[in-house]
RNA sequence: GGGCGCAUAGUGUAGUGGAUAUCACGCUGGCCUUCUAAGCCGGCAACCGGGGUUCGAAUCCCCGUGUGCCCGCCA
């Protein structure tokens, strides 16, 4: 609860120069609970006890009695088993919230901040392992901006080198016969006929033929490697060949995240830093480094082995013996660039990055160039293995999408509720996308999972559709309400009752603010995917416990308060990517 | 061979030094003539093993086990 922290932080201070304890030996000594219905903020006295030498119960005690007459009278101070214990009192939330227009986050520095995010290889539909980094990304994008934050979301988009390289060849050398042979001996599905207009799905098996054929074939090889020297040097009309092949996909696949909600501020394409010619002085500026090396054919490299990498080979090279660049060495140009427009970046990696993005941050500290901040996620398995566009062992986002909303179709149709089909259609999109995007997003980044079809279409609570039940909930109290032309009265806060159930609600909404905060600064979407379902909760037992219309008439407290949830709920969705419907 | 993640009820998960370990599915007992039951209120059930640091460890350190990822002049 940052406003209780903010009232009690200068009065503890005090009271440490008072008992002559340096404020710095205690990290932080006021804390959050781990059980939120004990109190709102809580001082652990078991610190402080070897360094007064005391018992933490009689600590605690001192501790409450001296600073009841330093803190406001709305906060509660009581002591219990080494600890104090403070209550921010829930008239004061009410009246904070409710009337006095309470601001969320109006004491924190914002940023402008350039996130990273999807940035793959614009050669086939997006999978479900690849969306999980859009989806995250996408999330702290969100979150970022709800906190207060300047934005840009950004996608890199690799237009040269190897995998483009390939795709282009392909659709120039195969046909759509030699394509549908060889997967089919490959016993690599057909396209599926929903995607017979989708240019991600078609061209994809070229890529896919492509990568199977030039296996055994040398011609081929040095076709490509002819065409892909050519990209890295920046050679305008391979370059802008390569652009027409990805294209249409690259649309294919923001057509997707689309659906999702997913969109970008803008695009940078990778040849950019060759065409510049910041890679090659790069590569420059590298070659002065204490961890420069040169390998027997004139490769270029830093040695890293003194900085933590170890493995097979601790070398980072930065520049080919063709003297030709490397992915990393462009990624390099790339951050130094990023930096140039925002003072905070994040990438959104996955975790076989982990060592490449290591070795860059070195890199980058060589070029005297800040490090970004990266989230790392692991990947979404499936039953069977590892997902691979390259073998077409994946689950297409697209097929998701559409069982996904064939489902909550399905189910609305078992409600049996009157809602006409565009209507339903609408609702099953939303149900769909958010379920989707909150399935993966509730879960910890760094905890690999393996994709199943009945976990992903679970609409159940801890689900999206639990979130947009409660706003839905809200919505129809609100409609109810203006129907009856009510009119609002000020409330008289010394005179309100509020029961437990509207208490805890307050003292969510409260915490918005807390958790939405320790979700940006940590980078880690999944806490505040926990607030949200606790925040649903808390107002699905205010909304049972708190009659607002009863004969006609507005309890105007209990209307208060399920207005102002509705109002954060709305943000709460739009700031994880759920739709918050009005009815549903 | 080396490095880096991860390990919590039957299952999936939250929790990065503090009070009785979260939530959901599951199993189970209640609640719809009353503002949307995609809901609410109860019950059952868990910190991989072994050492260590600490007043205090699921959390930090070491060893082991299991699992994922990486160690390319690919991206």
Known sequence: MNILKRLITPAVNELLEELNIDKNILDDLIEKPRDLTVCDLCIPCFALAKILKKNPVEIAKDISSSLKNKLIPEIFVITKNGYVNFNLDTKFIAKKLLDENYEFFQNSIKNDVLIEHTSANPNGPFHVGRARNAILGDALVRLNREFGNKVIAEYYVD?????????????????????????????????????????????????QAANIIRKDDKKIELELSELIKKSEEGDESVLSKFNDSFKPILNGMLETLSKLGIKYDSFTTESKFIINGRVNSIMEELKKSKLYGKAENGANYLELAGKGVSGKSTKFFFQRGDGSSLYATRDLAYHEWKWTRASKLINILGEDHRLQSKQVSIALEELKIKKPEVLFYSFIKLPEGKMSTRRGNVVFMDDLIAEAENMAMKIINQRGHNIEDKRSLEISKAVASSAIRFNILKVSPEKGFTFKWEDAMSFDADSAPFIMYSHARSCSINKKVNELKFEEINIDYSKVEINKSAANLLRTLMRFEDSLEKSITENKPNHFCTFMLELATKYNSFYRDCIIIENQNVNVFHYKVSEYSRKLIYRGCNALGIIPLVSM
Do not use: C, F
């Open 159 to 207: 237009d040269m080198g190897k995998q483009v390289g390939i795709l282009a060849w392909a659709l120039e050398n195969l046909t759509e016969k030699d394509v549908d042979e060889i997967l089919e001996n490959e016993g690599i599905e057909s396209l599926n006929p929903t995607w017979i207009n989708k240019e991600d799905h078609i061209r994809v098996r070229w890529y």
